[in-house]
């Protein structure tokens, strides 16, 4: 591990030349990723003759966090006497804030363009004599796939050195880098913290007094990781969360009622509902049903056209019939399926599906004829979908975490029939001998619930984190036009994907026998994983409707635009 603390300056400006880096773009689309190649050109323009010592070129990312903290602790300062020699602390207001910084270095690689190799050797050539003009010089990198971190710290907005015995605690809190998958590039939270990449060209110009100047560009380049190979080879597992809610006092819209003439002649109508509803099976759950947060399964499809029921007429209140049944609660469970580990990709379709549950049999919601009852009519008439994004930064043993919601999809005009007399029994629950019946919330309603290409996938640095999770909000209500219902909210972590598949071969090792030593080779820098919020998992089958990683980042051969703030592309020094 390398710490250094150093005194930042600002880039001498240099008269004779000017210096600017060209990348080729072509097929990346801007954005790069693990093995790829990044090459270039340096442009060199040279105004008058001109002694260089050297035109180098460096592949650099860094992590940096800044933070704002109250510190009421005096800082000591050094007298210069001699080693250990302190004058008296300086006291500062309480609460007087000051910025604390940290940057590491997750990335760097470079290639020196002047001189050429055949004569960087010659003991002769230490500096090579440029005429006016214009040059140009090629260079690649490839990237690779951990970080080698090494790192600084400085204690405010002006680096320190080590001397003081707060500096000597804050390096020996130090010394401790992650090395994993190199991280995303970032720029969400400003300066406060960003991941940025970049290339940077210097020419370093030797004057006549023998001292040397430095002119120097930047350019910097997007980031995406690839994705863990781990996402490949959980296809046969699920996630499920859920929460149950209660529909009070609930009448059917059909029943016996006292005085036969008064009994509205049935016009029978279909129900309001998708075409066809599917769901597939699984096999076991950890808990009862109506616990907290849990993992899915699913059932066999299903038309709602088989079910008729009849509808109240307009304005008609079921109070004023005589009634020969009381009100009854209605006890539903709301879920959510996902495929384990829980995964989302920007830009990407949903890969999550929403279901309603009840112990009940539909025959409890049918009349003897068959026809539904409206008993079991449950209305969705509202449907929200946040991505909560939290994020860790740290300098030394300070910390902040930031966290921010974003709304991915909301509805709130929706009158759609969900009748719990057109269930079907779940296979995985009945495998583990519980009767439970499910239907499925058509996806076509929420299809448009994409996160946005901009969210940065999960990552962990040395001095940052970043995880989520996936809120759920749906409000349901007993009937079409009812005033008042009942909101349902389900919290499961998710890990935000990059989209940027796996490969099967890695360019320093070669092909893989197979997709398990593809694993152990990328589990040594395995990203951050979504915390363990459900009750278990259980198995997939063939007829399960969750979609696959590879599906799912298949549906378009683009990449990501993955674009950053304007924080990403000014104010740049390594």
């Known amino acids: 591990m390398n710490i250094s603390y150093s005194f930042l300056s600002a880039t001498n400006m240099v008269s004779c030349c000017d210096i600017e880096i060209v990348l080729d773009k072509l097929g990346t689309s801007g954005v790069y990723s693990n093995y790829d190649t990044i090459q270039g050109e340096v442009i060199l323009k040279v105004h008058t003759s001109t002694r260089f010592n050297a035109v180098q070129v460096k592949m650099e990312g860094i992590s940096r966090t800044i933070l704002e903290v109250m510190d009421p602790v005096a800082l000591m300062t050094s007298t210069g006497t001699g080693v250990g020699q302190y004058s008296q602390p300086r006291p500062q207001p309480i609460g007087h804030k000051r910025s604390v910084l940290e940057t590491h270095k997750l990335l760097q690689d470079t290639v020196t363009v002047l001189p050429s190799p055949s004569r960087k050797n010659r003991l002769y050539s230490r500096s090579i004599l440029l005429d006016p003009g214009k040059y140009n010089f090629s260079f690649q990198f490839r990237i690779p796939l951990k970080n080698k971190c090494t790192g600084s710290v400085s204690l405010s907005d002006e680096p320190k050195t080590t001397e003081g015995p707060r500096n000597n605690r804050l390096l020996n809190d130090y010394q401790v880098h992650v090395e994993r998958k190199l991280p995303p590039s970032f720029s969400q939270l400003g300066h406060m913290a960003l991941i940025r990449y970049f290339v940077k060209a210097t020419a370093v110009v030797r004057t006549s007094q023998r001292r040397t100047l ?14 863990d190979c781990n996402i490949l080879m959980s296809n046969d597992m699920q996630a499920y969360t859920r929460r149950g809610f209660v529909l009070k006092n609930k009448y059917p819209e059909i ?24 769901s597939t099976s699984s096999s076991g759950f950890l808990k009862a049903f109506f616990s907290t947060p849990g993992r899915p399964v699913m059932t066999k499809a299903k038309s709602y056209n088989g079910v008729r029921r009849k509808p109240l007429g307009a304005g008609t209140n079921p109070h004023s019939f005589s009634f020969h049944v009381k009100p009854i609660n209605v006890r539903v469970v709301f879920e959510m399926r996902m495929r384990h580990p829980a995964f989302l990709i920007p830009s990407r379709s949903p890969t999550y599906q929403l279901y309603l549950l009840t112990k009940s049999p539909p025959e409890k919601f049918q009349l003897f004829n068959g026809m539904s009852s409206g008993l079991g009519s449950v209305y969705l008439r509202y449907l929200k979908l946040d991505l909560v994004s939290i994020t860790d930064c740290f300098v030394s043993s300070y910390k902040k975490k930031v966290t921010k919601t974003k709304t991915i999809y909301e509805n709130q005009s929706f009158h759609f029939l969900l009748d719990l007399a057109c269930t079907q029994q779940s296979k995985p629950y009945q495998a583990i001998g519980k009767k439970l019946y499910e239907i499925a919330i058509p996806k076509k309603l929420y299809e448009d619930a994409i ?3 901009n969210v940065p996938p999960s990552f962990r640095t040395c001095n940052m984190e970043r995880k989520y999770k996936l809120l759920v909000s749906a409000g349901f209500a007993d009937h079409e036009y009812a005033t008042a219902g009942t909101v349902v909210t389900l919290e ?14 890695d360019p320093d090792v070669g092909v893989y026998a197979s997709r398990t030593e593809l694993y152990r080779a990328m589990r040594e820098a395995h990203s951050t994983s979504p915390d363990n919020v459900s009750n ?15 599906e799912v980042v298949k549906e378009t051969n683009h990449r990501r635009t993955f674009t950053q703030n304007d924080s990403y592309y000014v104010d740049i020094n390594d």
């Open 255 to 278: 029943v016996a009622a006292s005085n036969p003439a008064r009994v509205p002649i049935p016009q029978e109508r279909k129900a309001s509902a998708p075409q066809l509803i599917t």
């Open 451 to 453: 996160v946005p290409d």
């Open 492 to 505: 499961t972590a998710v890990e935000v994907m990059s989209g940027m598949e796996p490969v099967m071969e």
């Open 536 to 550: 278990g998992t259980v198995p997939m089958t063939s007829s399960d409707g969750l979609p696959t990683y590879d």
């Open 214 to 227: 430095e002119a120097t560009a930047y350019e910097p380049f997007i980031f995406l990781p690839l994705d």
